[in-house]
T-cell receptor, first 115, second 114 residues
Framework: EAQVTQNPRYLITVTGKKLTVTCSQNMNHEYMSWYRQDPGLGLRQIYYSMNVEVTDKGDVPEGYKVSRKEKRNFPLILESPSPNQTSLYFC??????????????FGSGTRLTVV | AQSVTQPDIHITVSEGASLELRCNYSYGATPYLFWYVQSPGQGLQLLLKYFSGDTLVQGIKGFEAEFKRSQSSFNLRKPSVHWSDAAEYFCAVGASTTGNQFYFGTGTSLTVIP
């Protein structure tokens, strides 16, 4: 089954404790992206990657890191989480058309709470 | 700056009634336009997309949308709503001239009354 797998689904952590949210896709998509979803703000892009070793900032990259060492994996790293990073996070992947994601497949989401 | 606006935060319709969800965009280049749906507790699912060609596009679940360049709009429609259509709907826009970024609107929450 074609899918994007995120882990964990739920995470509660303390301020400053480094964490990684994993994301893996099995569709051989070149384009992968991380979003955060907050009430009233919709989805905001954190980082995206056009291919292996190619990553770029989205609208809200501060406090986040990503890496793309393999095509299928795109982990999101919070080096020193803060309470304002409490949010619902989605990983998504897509084939591309003219370098634009042609139609995302989304993961199920990670609900992160930073206390 | 690029933007996507969904003017309606929340819409309530009766089951069987028609539906139109509004989406307006502000973009310097020819946009690629999308509608996604998010059911409670779920990720987002692609309903339909417009890249080029016929400005009226058909999607899954009986939805359609029309691209109107003169109005900078991409409204989503369905002739007869079902209770299972209750969800959050997001319009999105992308263009290769934006550095490959991709923007979502803030969403419209749809309630369906029996």
């Amino acid at each position: 089954e074609a899918q994007v797998t995120q882990n964990p689904r739920y995470l509660i952590t303390v301020t400053g404790k480094k964490l990684t949210v994993t994301c893996s896709q099995n569709m051989n998509h070149e384009y992968m992206s991380w979003y955060r979803q907050d009430p009233g703000l919709g989805l905001r892009q954190i980082y995206y990657s056009m291919n292996v070793e190619v990553t770029d900032k989205g609208d809200v990259p501060e406090g986040y890191k990503v890496s793309r060492k393999e095509k299928r994996n795109f982990p999101l790293i919070l080096e020193s989480p803060s309470p304002n990073q409490t949010s619902l996070y989605f990983c998504a992947s897509s084939s591309t058309w003219g370098r634009v994601p042609y139609g995302y497949t989304f993961g199920s989401g990670t609900r992160l709470t930073v206390v | 700056a690029q933007s996507v606006t969904q003017p309606d935060i929340h819409i309530t319709v009766s089951e069987g009634a028609s539906l139109e969800l509004r989406c307006n965009y502000s973009y310097g280049a020819t946009p690629y336009l999308f509608w996604y749906v998010q059911s409670p507790g779920q990720g987002l699912q692609l309903l339909l997309k417009y890249f080029s060609g016929d400005t009226l596009v058909q999607g899954i679940k009986g939805f359609e949308a029309e691209f109107k360049r003169s109005q900078s709009s991409f409204n989503l429609r369905k002739p007869s709503v079902h209770w299972s259509d209750a969800a959050e709907y997001f319009c999105a826009v992308g263009a290769s001239t934006t550095g490959n970024q991709f923007y979502f609107g803030t969403g419209t929450s749809l309630t369906v009354i029996p």
